[in-house]
């Protein structure tokens, strides 16, 4: 390669590691906010419950035989 084109490559990489640098240092980072507070053991409960409980309304016991679908 020829010494412009070298040059001009380094240029490209410093000009790079500037910016990424200055970019690092500068920006300003978002404040740290509190963790919001754990849930207590009977929350988490009654909301999986309220996921997986189903339709209360509907009777499933005896329900109808399941056949395959051949």
Not at 34 to 56: C, H, I, L, V, Y
Request: hydrophobic share 45%; aromatic share 8%.
């Amino acid at each position: 390669m020829s010494r412009p084109v070298v040059m001009a490559v380094l240029a490209a990489v410093l000009a790079l590691v500037g910016l990424t640098a200055i970019w690092l240092v500068f920006v300003p980072q978002p404040p740290i906010t509190p963790a919001p507070a754990p849930k207590t053991s009977d929350d988490r409960r009654q909301r999986m419950e309220n996921f997986f409980g189903g339709d209360p309304d509907r009777s499933v016991r005896g329900g109808q035989e399941m056949k395959p679908r051949w």
